[in-house]
């Protein structure tokens, strides 16, 4: 069975080895609403070769609040006809997003279409919010979920409208724009990132997991303190949304550990806040997987340190490659606009002159 999902935070839905059928349902901004008898349901299919034992099915939801009480929309899940749940009241109060497990037995699924569907009660009170779903064989853990984290994360270019209220204010006032892409490879979307600017600001956010908006704070150059928040105005795939005014940069990187220093992954990075250079940026994606790094005022490179889940943290440096979509900002560009490109170009014959060394040490 391929990576089976649908996740409802965005419209159209990403859906993998699925198709879905609503009724009684309309999309809520972040999540599929489903009304009193309303329902959703996912077509998948399952080769018709394979024999699952067991599989692992994980439905995000909450139920709406009625007031300032928890509200009532029992939920049901049906798999082929057969019942998984019945009448489920989701906890949590509907102050949150609930993520549900549920064990399907192999008997109740077959080769070819098969279908799950969730269902909100004829009796709902208030409203059934639907966020994601996802199926599993049950000794492929996750499996599904991960191929949704790299769907989502083909269109890692963000910009947001932002908003500022000075502390003991009442009012928002507008503020830059936020433009953002962090790439290392690992298909992942930034879950929290802070920053400062060479003019001394600071700001710090955390994302709604669909990266509809964000809620932070931000110190200005002056020091005046206030709350920040954003309202996502466009999302790309790289190398969209990428202009002149916000160009992304690359650097290659090495990982600290073990005593030594050892080759990774490119990182391309993008973090832009009223167009002013950056000095340091710190960022945890949705794995919580994370890194902080500090920036040369030269722009040549940077030292942090990156940390993966369940794992300790590890050195992080990197050399500037190239900028993609401008030219190289002066904060990058100090000491020669040629410096960079020079690097680059010092690397590749080093790289080679390593790689004739090594053949010619195997001929002997």
Same mark, same amino acid.
């Given at each position: 069975? !391929?990576?089976?999902?649908?996740?409802?935070?965005?419209?159209?839905?990403?859906?993998?080895?699925? !198709?879905?059928?609503?009724?009684?349902?309309?999309?809520?901004?972040?999540?599929?609403?489903?009304?009193?008898?309303?329902?959703? %349901?996912?077509?998948? $299919?399952?080769?018709?070769?394979?024999?699952?034992? !067991?599989?692992?099915?994980?439905?995000?939801?909450?139920?709406?609040?009625?007031?300032? &009480?928890?509200?009532?929309?029992?939920?049901?899940?049906?798999?082929?006809?057969?019942?998984?749940?019945?009448?489920?009241?989701?906890?949590?109060?509907?102050?949150?997003?609930?993520?549900?497990?549920?064990?399907?037995?192999?008997?109740?699924?077959?080769?070819?279409?098969?279908?799950?569907?969730?269902?909100?009660?004829?009796?709902?009170?208030?409203?059934?919010?639907?966020?994601?779903?996802?199926?599993?064989?049950?000794?492929?853990?996750? #499996? &599904? !979920?991960?191929?949704?984290?790299?769907?989502?994360?083909? *269109?890692?270019?963000?910009?947001?409208?932002?908003? *500022?209220?000075?502390?003991?204010?009442?009012? +928002? $006032?507008?503020?830059?724009?936020? #433009?953002?892409?962090? $790439?290392?490879?690992?298909?992942?979307?930034?879950?929290?990132?802070?920053?400062?600017?060479?003019?001394?600001?600071?700001?710090?956010?955390?994302?709604?997991?669909?990266?509809?908006?964000?809620?932070?704070?931000?110190?200005?150059?002056?020091? &005046?303190?206030?709350?920040?928040?954003?309202?996502?105005?466009?999302? +790309?795939?790289?190398?969209? %949304?990428?202009?002149?005014?916000?160009?992304?940069?690359?650097?290659?990187?090495?990982? =600290? +550990?073990?005593?030594? +220093?050892?080759?990774? =992954?490119?990182?391309?990075?993008?973090?832009?806040?009223?167009?002013?250079?950056?000095?340091?940026?710190?960022?945890?994606?949705?794995?919580?997987?994370?890194?902080?790094?500090?920036?040369?005022?030269?722009?040549? =490179?940077?030292?942090?340190?990156?940390?993966?889940?369940? $794992?300790?943290?590890?050195?992080? *440096?990197?050399?500037?490659? #190239?900028?993609?979509?401008?030219?190289?900002?002066?904060?990058?560009?100090?000491?020669?606009?040629?410096?960079?490109?020079?690097?680059?170009?010092?690397?590749?014959?080093?790289?080679? @002159? @390593?790689?004739?060394?090594?053949?010619?040490? #195997?001929?002997?």
């Amino acid at each position: 069975m !391929e990576p089976t999902f649908a996740d409802f935070s965005v419209a159209p839905p990403l859906l993998g080895n699925a !198709e879905v059928r609503t009724g009684g349902c309309h999309f809520g901004g972040d999540h599929l609403t489903l009304g009193a008898d309303g329902s959703a %349901g996912l077509d998948f $299919e399952v080769d018709p070769d394979e024999e699952i034992t !067991e599989a692992t099915l994980k439905v995000t939801a909450l139920t709406s609040k009625l007031g300032r &009480s928890p509200g009532f929309a029992p939920m049901d899940i049906v798999v082929n006809g057969r019942t998984l749940v019945d009448a489920l009241t989701i906890p949590g109060g509907g102050d949150l997003p609930q993520t549900l497990a549920y064990a399907v037995p192999g008997k109740l699924l077959h080769p070819g279409t098969n279908t799950v569907t969730v269902h909100s009660s004829a009796e709902s009170a208030s409203m059934l919010w639907l966020y994601r779903v996802t199926l599993d064989p049950v000794y492929q853990r996750d #499996r &599904s !979920e991960r191929a949704l984290g790299a769907r989502a994360a083909e *269109r890692a270019v963000f910009a947001f409208s932002t908003e *500022r209220r000075p502390a003991g204010a009442e009012d +928002w $006032e507008p503020a830059p724009g936020l #433009r953002l892409y962090i $790439e290392r490879g690992e298909s992942a979307l930034p879950a929290q990132v802070s920053w400062r600017s060479a003019d001394g600001a600071e700001g710090a956010v955390s994302f709604q997991s669909a990266m509809t908006d964000f809620l932070g704070h931000h110190r200005a150059a002056d020091g &005046s303190v206030a709350e920040l928040r954003g309202r996502l105005t466009g999302r +790309w795939a790289h190398p969209e %949304g990428i202009s002149d005014d916000a160009p992304v940069h690359r650097f290659r990187t090495e990982e =600290g +550990w073990g005593g030594g +220093w050892h080759e990774s =992954g490119e990182l391309q990075l993008l973090v832009d806040h009223g167009g002013v250079p950056m000095e340091r940026i710190t960022w945890r994606d949705q794995r919580t997987n994370g890194g902080s790094i500090s920036l040369c005022p030269d722009g040549s =490179g940077f030292v942090g340190f990156y940390q993966r889940v369940n $794992e300790g943290p590890i050195g992080y *440096r990197g050399r500037y490659v #190239r900028t993609v979509g401008a030219q190289r900002p002066d904060s990058v560009t100090a000491g020669g606009s040629g410096r960079a490109e020079l690097q680059e170009e010092l690397l590749r014959v080093a790289d080679a @002159a @390593a790689g004739r060394v090594a053949g010619w040490l #195997r001929s002997l």
